[in-house]
């Protein structure tokens, strides 16, 4: 008997149909003799539904009234998923997050989760109950209702595992767990049976969005284990999340090839090469509350050198004006340049770290498709670039066939 | 400086049109220097499109589940009439009935109010804010969420300004106050300026729907001075229910005619003359949980009588069949009949306790119509009849006339 989280996304719940699915997979656990938590989200769509009332009436929403509001999806489908498990004659009883008191600070709309009592499930469970939770929510310790934020049903399962010591945490989802890279731009792409957490916490930040990334953190910090699974396919072990590498495994070199779309690249030419510039340059960026990505900063030859790095491409506008206004005159740049027509495209494996030339066969990959490579970053488990974006699904593919990854690892 | 409490239904908040109006309405009051606690309802038709998606997942839906779950609908309105507020600039903060603590007994769908915390509400009050609580709604000693069934939105109402020691609690509603009778019946209806609340007990548990009865029985045990007010009229005074009668008062005699068409006839025809009769035709009745309303029983001639009562037309067939199969042939009794085709009218008037002749003047208006009486009953504030149901309106309009109803009190 193991104890098992799992957790439903929207579209896994998106009307009766879909949470009677959802009753039934989670009868077929409970059959073979598992205890098991369900951690729920608001059905798709509801939680925009309710998101445009708030603003038909406050142009701003007030927080605080915003996370009352929007927290009543969960707690719509946490009833109607215990309602559909006792239909089918499984005994069942749903929480809201202020029920089973996840407490979090009070952080309205993006809230952090301080602290699970765990007793009262754990009482249910051992009654019997199927124990269904609203993902999404919790409570500050005045009582006042919190949600985590977009994604944050997934922060509530490996949390409430975590607090439970659960056997798995499951997160179902509508795909069948995580791919070497989008199956959409290579249809040879695989899924992985495991990954690592550190993998795919490069892979999600790259843009991989099968999990929150907090939630991948989460799991991480408390060892819990969990498991990508599509909740259309009856079958299918998904993909485990280790969080370590498995020592008699035969770990592949490279586990996938993650990329992202949404950058752009803000150069400042002719920077006189000293000391602070760096600082010069991103402290305004950071004030305006800007997320930098990448940063590259070379040598120059002359006693001046390029600094480049990347930006939301929402934000390059905002970027541009900020450099031009306030630091290009002061530190004496040449000029200020953005471009919105890049990509970034990386490789990430745990296995590059005992494991040389894996950069320079990226490059040389790259470079016999004609690629021009214009930014490089890497870290201990990824190799990133940054390429015209019309070379992005050329990249992807020809990346993916030179590793090897169609291919069972 | 007073403080108040407003309710207002599902159709004052039916939009977020109809939820700034209120919010306009408020701030009125609070520009006045009072204090105002609003209570609001779910937006009308939002408790019947939950009730619709339970009923999708379960065929019989769970009471602990539903309540969770249609709770909801007033847990949105009072954070879009927080947020309206605050758009106008007024300090407001939300509640659930969680959150104030309206703790109630764990009879879940019709849950029965144990206590009031109202601490929190109060300072928040002093602080200067509008507080929005949530109607219909509570929570029981275990944390579980509690509904109070429909209509509890005023007694929520009720027991929040019996718990504040408000001044006044003014329900807020579609018409803009209690009438001598249904306007739709007869135009010349007049509005009420005060009404006793025996008179209010007698005129909506006959079917003028305008309170909730067990509000009003709340407000006369609290004594909390309670008006009902029309949300859609920027003015007016509605009719505010007294506890007593105002001795200096030239209270009217009849303060208005009720009817009822939900009722069927149930007879039970040639029963034997003797003690334990009434209980074993309405034993049985009772434990099938069917509300029984007048009751008639007349000393028979031949050893022999008649039993006759009303129920809701919904169980008529359900009280036939009961009677039929385990009651006819035990008692011995001829037959069993029941009459779908009658309707209930009453003149209701504390005034009638200090005057005879009111019965007498009812029965002489009807017969001058030609108009059959099939049942009465009385009580010390109320004298009802049953009549084919085809004589409805022409009753209630000559009952109106023949008391002098149209003319101002």
Same mark, same amino acid.
């Given at each position: 008997m193991?104890?098992?989280v799992?957790k439903y996304?929207?579209?896994?719940v998106?009307?009766?149909?879909r949470?009677r699915?959802?009753?039934r997979?989670?009868a077929?656990?409970?059959a073979?003799?598992?205890?098991?938590?369900?951690?729920?989200?608001?059905?798709?769509?509801?939680?925009?539904?309710?998101?445009?009332?708030?603003?038909?009436?406050?142009?701003?929403?007030?927080?605080?009234?915003?996370?009352?509001m929007?927290?009543?999806?969960?707690?719509?489908?946490?009833?109607?998923?215990?309602?559909?498990?006792?239909?089918m004659?499984?005994?069942?009883?749903?929480?809201t997050?202020?029920?089973? !008191?996840?407490l979090?600070d009070?952080?309205f709309?993006?809230?952090r989760?301080?602290?699970?009592?765990?007793?009262?499930?754990?009482?249910?469970?051992d009654?019997?109950?199927?124990?269904?939770?609203?993902g999404?929510?919790?409570?500050?310790?005045h009582?006042?209702?919190?949600?985590?934020?977009?994604g944050?049903?997934?922060?509530?399962?490996?949390?409430?595992?975590?607090?439970?010591?659960?056997d798995?945490?499951?997160?179902?989802?509508?795909v069948?767990?995580?791919?070497?890279?989008?199956?959409?731009?290579?249809?040879?792409?695989?899924?992985?049976?495991?990954?690592t957490f550190?993998?795919?916490?490069?892979?999600?930040s790259?843009?991989?969005?099968?999990?929150?990334?907090?939630?991948v953190e989460?799991?991480?910090?408390?060892?819990?284990?969990?498991?990508?699974l599509?909740?259309?396919?009856?079958?299918?072990?998904?993909?485990?999340?280790?969080?370590?590498?498995?020592?008699?495994?035969?770990?592949?070199i490279?586990?996938?090839?993650?990329?992202? !779309?949404?950058?752009?690249?803000?150069?400042?030419?002719?920077?006189?090469? !000293?000391?602070?510039?760096?600082y010069?340059i991103?402290?305004p960026?950071?004030?305006?509350?800007?997320?930098?990505?990448?940063i590259?900063?070379?040598?120059?030859a002359?006693?001046?050198?390029d600094?480049?790095?990347?930006?939301h491409k929402?934000?390059?506008?905002?970027?541009l004006?900020?450099? !031009?206004d306030?630091v290009?005159?002061?530190i004496?740049?040449?000029e200020?340049?953005?471009?919105?027509k890049?990509?970034?495209?990386?490789?990430?494996?745990?296995?590059?770290?005992?494991?040389?030339?894996?950069?320079?066969e990226m490059?040389?990959?790259?470079?016999?498709?004609?690629?021009?490579?214009?930014?490089?970053?890497?870290?201990?488990?990824?190799?990133?670039?940054?390429?015209?974006?019309?070379?992005?699904?050329?990249?992807?593919?020809?990346l993916?066939?030179?590793?090897?990854?169609?291919?069972?690892?």
């Open positions: 193991a104890l098992i799992q996304g929207g579209t896994s998106a009307n009766p149909e949470i699915n959802v009753a997979r989670v077929r656990y409970k073979l003799g598992h205890q098991v938590v369900v951690v729920v989200s608001a059905m798709s769509g509801e939680t925009n539904r309710l998101l445009a009332l708030a603003r038909e009436v406050m142009s701003d929403p007030d927080p605080r009234e915003l996370d009352t929007v927290s009543t999806g969960e707690q719509v489908t946490i009833a109607l998923t215990a309602m559909a498990l006792m239909e004659g499984i005994r069942a009883k749903s929480y997050g202020a029920q089973v !008191r996840i979090t009070d952080a709309t993006k809230a989760i301080l602290g699970i009592d765990e007793e009262n499930i754990r009482k249910d469970l009654a019997g109950f199927v124990v269904v939770v609203a999404f929510q919790g409570v500050d310790e009582g006042n209702i919190t949600t985590l934020g977009r944050g049903s997934d922060t509530t399962g490996v949390a409430l595992a975590a607090a439970l010591k659960a798995e945490c499951q997160i179902y989802t509508d069948d767990g995580v791919y070497t890279t989008d199956p959409r731009i290579v249809p040879e792409a695989r899924r992985l049976t495991t990954i550190e993998e795919m916490l490069e892979l999600a790259q843009g991989s969005k099968v999990l929150q990334i907090r939630a989460f799991a991480g910090k408390y060892q819990v284990k969990l498991r990508v599509s909740s259309f396919e009856e079958e299918g072990d998904g993909t485990l999340i280790t969080f370590e590498e498995e020592e008699n495994m035969e770990q592949p490279i586990s996938g090839i993650a990329f992202n !779309r949404d950058e752009a690249k803000v150069t400042v030419l002719g920077v006189p090469d !000293r000391p602070g510039i760096a010069q991103l402290g960026i950071a004030d305006a509350n800007i997320d930098v990505d990448m590259i900063q070379n040598t120059g002359d006693g001046t050198t600094f480049t790095f990347t930006v929402n934000e390059l506008n905002k970027a004006a900020i450099l !031009r306030k290009q005159a002061h004496g740049a040449r200020i340049t953005g471009d919105e890049i990509a970034k495209v990386a490789v990430v494996g745990v296995g590059m770290r005992s494991h040389v030339g894996i950069a320079s490059f040389r990959t790259l470079a016999e498709e004609g690629i021009n490579i214009q930014m490089i970053s890497t870290s201990e488990i990824k190799i990133s670039v940054v390429v015209d974006e019309k070379y992005l699904e050329l990249a992807v593919r020809v993916h066939k030179a590793f090897g990854l169609e291919q069972a690892g």
